[in-house]
């Protein structure tokens, strides 16, 4: 779980390349092996470092109760030792080489990386490919590390009052018996109770090379990655038995919620069930979506922060890439002694305002364009920022095409088919809500 | 994911060569230049020493004054220069710490793009205007940072500790200021600020990325023109070493309690630096491979996020152990990390650690560069601190040769385990075991 890096950067585009879709102009080479293992690799030769990250379709979207949690403690569980390594060994190894390891678990996939010096490019894959298949799941290493995970649940979202806001708002927006109900991490209940079998079937049933991607970003050659994942990959067979999942989000509307929780700062978010770009009809709408979560953040920090000062911050966000429908997100701490319907009114009038005059929003448009025209040139100075969009759209099914094509498809948004999406979706009489009531901390 | 990631500006450590351009511009501001090819990038960071150690008593004035800078100029208001940089795609930020307080851009280096941005950039460090507006406005932003702060253990335990390690020192109270002393500040004193600190001499500027050194050269001098020559700030007092341990708890409804363990630690031209730099590498500021991490976490299970820091400042900073864990395990977690230091200090360091560290920092050297923002980094702290030139260039020959002695020495001579600070955040056990 987490993306706290990733989150910064949540924007592509390419200015530079914008017609071209040929990949190997980007010095990206992309196969797929006899077994099903899909392998990425982008060359970056200004440090002689490389990235290598092996990503899993499978996250918090597949699960269900009684396991909710099952893919992020599994994540944990793969540092644990495998029939040729103690436990803890993955690691030590990866650092004793010079290299950073680590993993993150989300909705729609679970990802782990190695960053190290160019020469230990073979090592850094080797080790990956042992534990996509000689993972040994112990019991004393398993109930230790039960307990590091609910700490982790305590840390991130037990004593943190905004995180409790959202995970609420995902249990009264999607029905459990589809995705994205459940949290990341798991309930408390699941955490405490699942057992080792659990995760052994979890990890025979999606670990296997058809259902992984290999990511390498770096100062390497194709080639020479290609020959290595063959080498430590090629072993492995197609596995028949991986259950295309496909348990979709089931949405609901017009539900509301309030938490009085020992807090000091109030918090509000409301929610518009709308399609991400994998599942909507018509992809224009899901970029028209996009623009509109860029033009509202910003327009609304403009009056309602800056001008009216009756928020302290404001938070618009839409998920463009999730597998299944999602969440369009307007969030807000309101000011000091400001109530919540005075900035809900607000937050209303502005988009009255946007829906019925397109023509106001055209300077900000024109600027939003160009801001992530340039943003995705920034986002090339990481080679972690780089192989994160490669690996998570070839995960979700996406097509990695689609991160060269973003900025043209963002350009060609008019001030028109933004208003015509917020009309088409923010409706505030199906919108879901969460309000957060602080009760202080004594 | 497996392990929390730090985001910590402080935290030292480093790479291969780099080719290193410095100079002074003619109104004595420093420049460290660092050129980048392969991305149309320009980043610059403007490190003024001019941060929450050189307020006085009005705590929250420099971080005030540095989040008006962009609020309006002579020339601008704030719409104004928000909409400049955002048509050009370029990004300004600025941030106050307790030594340096920043000012930055990212922009595109084509030459159409970098003179609009740069002139703007300029105009908006040097002609800065502080409106009483948007002062009032800042303000009540700060307080209601300050409440947030008051909701989260783990700020609430790092402001006590601060003010337990570092006593009447500057670095005893937060950057953003306290609800007492923000309210009186005035734009007089953010003016006055400015005109005292914002000056070139009281500059470091790095920059890094695809530009030639001329062109760099150019651009420093844009900047530094047109600030006041002024004069250097006057070194922060000296941290007094604790005379008596202390053991803080403070009560709040969580479900885990927040430890922080620690004492005064170096500054950056510490003698020991490297020792207690890869000591602590190995000791718990190297993740789950860390000595601590596999006490508290790898063999016990008591906490998700454990690890120890050395914070690098001008004036000694602290040395800190800090874990969350429930409750009932909080005084078990408290016992084993402090038992845990004093082995370190007081046993010898297993020889395949000693190894394992090293190889760690030597083997991964490249990665601290890889990219135009970590390099923009190190040339910030290069120059705010005065380190040498070629600090990068030596780091790996400076770890390689440490003994397990060296690192028990400088530890064995910094930290006193009978002089402990030790706060603890979360709701109060019954019967109180210490």
């Known amino acids: 779980m987490l993306k706290k890096l990733i989150l910064l950067f949540f924007a592509l585009s390419q200015p530079l390349f914008a017609n071209s879709l040929d990949l190997a102009q980007q010095g990206i080479t992309q196969i797929t092996l006899g077994n099903g293992l899909k392998i990425i690799v982008k060359t970056d030769r200004r440090a002689p470092v490389f990235i290598s990250q092996l990503w899993y379709q499978v996250g918090a979207s597949d699960e269900s109760r009684p396991t909710t949690g099952i893919s992020h403690m599994l994540e944990h569980m793969m540092f644990k030792g495998t029939d040729n390594y103690g436990a803890g060994e993955f690691s030590k190894i990866i650092a004793r080489n010079g290299g950073n390891d680590n993993a993150f678990t989300s909705k729609d996939y679970t990802a782990y990386y190695q960053k190290m010096h160019k020469s230990k490019l073979d090592l850094a894959i080797k080790m990956e490919a042992d534990r996509m298949r000689h993972l040994r799941l112990i019991n004393r290493e398993f109930e230790k590390e039960r307990q590091v995970v609910i700490e982790e649940r305590r840390l991130r979202i037990e004593d943190n009052p905004n995180a409790k806001v959202f995970e609420n708002l995902n249990l009264i927006s999607f029905d459990k018996k589809g995705a994205y109900h459940a949290p990341i991490i798991g309930f408390q209940g699941d955490l405490e109770t699942y057992r080792l079998r659990d995760l052994r079937d979890w990890y025979k049933r999606y670990y296997a090379p058809n259902n992984a991607t290999l990511v390498v970003v770096g100062d390497v050659w194709a080639d020479e990655v290609i020959a290595l994942a063959k080498k430590y990959f090629g072993i492995y067979k197609y596995n028949p038995d991986i259950a295309k999942n496909n348990k979709p989000a089931i949405v609901h509307t017009g539900k509301s919620r309030v938490l009085k929780l020992k807090a000091e700062l109030p918090f509000y978010i409301l929610s518009f069930p709308v399609p991400s770009l994998k599942t909507t009809k018509d992809k224009h709408n899901a970029y028209a979506l996009d623009m509109l979560s860029y033009i509202l953040d910003n327009r609304l920090s403009k009056t309602l922060v800056r001008e009216q000062q009756i928020a302290s911050s404001i938070s618009v966000s839409y998920s463009l890439y999730d597998k299944y429908n999602t969440l369009f997100t307007l969030s807000f701490t309101p000011a000091k002694g400001v109530d919540n319907p005075i900035v809900l009114s607000a937050i209303k009038t502005q988009i009255a305002e946007l829906i019925k005059n397109p023509a106001v929003i055209k300077n900000e448009l024109a600027r939003t364009k160009t801001q992530l025209e340039a943003e995705f040139v920034f986002e090339q100075d990481r080679i972690s920022t780089q192989s994160y969009y490669l690996g998570m759209l070839a995960t979700v099914g996406l097509g990695i095409e689609t991160m060269f094509t973003y900025v043209d498809k963002m350009n060609a948004i008019s001030t028109h088919d933004v208003a015509q999406i917020a009309k088409q979706y923010l409706d505030f009489s199906q919108a879901n809500s969460v309000e957060l009531i602080p009760q202080g901390v004594k | 994911m497996k392990f929390l990631v730090l985001f910590l500006l402080l935290v030292s450590s480093v790479h291969a060569k780099l080719n290193i351009q410095h100079w002074m511009t003619p109104e004595g501001a420093k420049v460290l230049f660092v050129q980048t090819k392969g991305l149309p990038i ?154 005292q600190f914002f000056v070139a001499k009281n500059l470091i500027i790095a920059l890094v990325g695809d530009v030639s050194k001329v062109k760099a050269k150019q651009i420093a001098r844009q900047i530094s023109h047109g600030l006041n020559i002024g004069q250097k700030a006057k070194a922060n007092p000296v941290v007094k070493p604790l005379n008596d341990a202390q053991d803080i708890h403070i009560d709040f409804p969580s479900k885990q309690t927040h430890l922080l363990i620690g004492q005064t630690g170096v500054n950056r031209s510490h003698p020991d630096f490297y020792p207690l730099y890869l000591g602590n590498h190995i000791f718990g500021g190297s993740g789950l491979t860390s000595i601590l991490s596999g006490e508290i976490r790898e063999k016990k299970g008591l906490a998700y996020s454990v690890y120890s820091h050395f914070s690098q400042m001008q004036s000694n900073g602290s040395f800190t152990m800090k874990l969350q864990t429930k409750i009932a395990q909080a005084n078990k977690a408290r016992k084993i990390a402090v038992q845990t230091l004093n082995n370190f200090i007081n046993n010898n360091i297993d020889k395949q650690k000693l190894q394992d560290g090293k190889d760690n920092i030597i083997g991964g050297f490249a990665l601290q560069t890889a990219s135009n923002a970590n390099i923009l980094t190190y040339l910030s702290i290069i120059g705010f601190y005065n380190l040498p030139l070629d600090y990068l260039d030596t780091f790996t020959d400076k770890i390689k040769d440490i003994s397990t002695q060296d690192i028990q020495n400088a530890f064995a001579q910094l930290i006193n385990t009978d002089k402990l600070v030790i706060v603890s955040v979360g709701q109060k056990i019954k019967n109180n075991g210490k």
């Open chain 2, 42 to 195: 320009l980043d610059i960071s403007l490190n003024f020493d001019a941060a929450s150690g050189k307020e006085g008593e009005k705590y929250g004035l420099a971080s005030l004054t540095n989040s008006l800078l962009g609020s309006a100029t002579q020339y601008r208001n704030e719409e104004q220069i928000i909409n400049a940089f955002e048509s050009l795609g370029a990004q300004f930020s600025g941030y106050s710490l307790k030594d340096m307080s920043i000012v930055s851009l990212r922009t595109l280096s084509r030459e159409s793009i970098l003179r609009k941005s740069l002139n703007i950039f300029t105009e908006v460090v040097t002609q800065p205007s502080f409106k009483q507006k948007y002062l009032t406005r800042a303000k009540r932003q700060i307080l209601q940072s300050i409440r947030a702060a008051q909701q989260s253990p783990s700020s609430i335990a790092s402001i006590a500790f601060n003010k337990a390690v570092f006593g009447e020192h500057p670095y005893a109270h937060e950057a953003i200021g306290t609800q007492d002393t923000i309210g009186n500040i005035t734009t007089k004193d953010l003016k006055h600020h400015y005109q």
